[in-house]
């Protein structure tokens, strides 16, 4: 049974910095794309970025390329997304996902989806 936990939230200041982790289990990865998505209150589910295990490809949405970074653990058998230059605008709960498009980028493209993490980033 594939499961995904996201780890990592929390409050920041403006400016600063976190790193999310999703522990992805239950079956091998490797031909399968884990992506990062975000909700705001009072908002959609909003694509952050995605990266194809096996390859390490990556695909990000244009307004988060440059401050967002994706990468996974072999060993570990994890994806993280290290955020820098934390904005207001940021506040969300963050989810990992799995699809087994390449590098999809809608929601509906993902068939599992962990319980989210909460990132809370104050002005």
């Known amino acids: 049974q594939v499961q995904l936990v996201e780890s990592g939230g929390g409050l920041v200041q403006a400016g600063g910095s976190l790193r999310l982790s999703c522990a992805a289990s239950g079956r091998s990865f490797t031909t399968y794309t884990i992506g990062w998505f975000r909700q705001a209150p009072g908002k959609e589910r909003e694509f952050v970025g995605a990266i194809r295990w096996g390859s390490g490809l990556t695909d990000y949405a244009d307004s988060m390329k440059d401050r967002f970074a994706i990468s996974r653990d072999n060993a570990r058998t994890t994806v993280d997304l290290q955020m820098n230059n934390l904005k207001p605008e940021d506040t969300a709960v963050y989810y990992c996902?799995?699809?087994?498009?390449?590098?999809?980028?809608?929601?509906?493209?993902?068939?599992?989806w962990g319980q989210g993490t909460r990132v809370t980033v104050s002005s």
């Open positions: 996902a799995i699809s087994p498009t390449f590098l999809a980028r809608t929601s509906d493209e993902y068939n599992h």
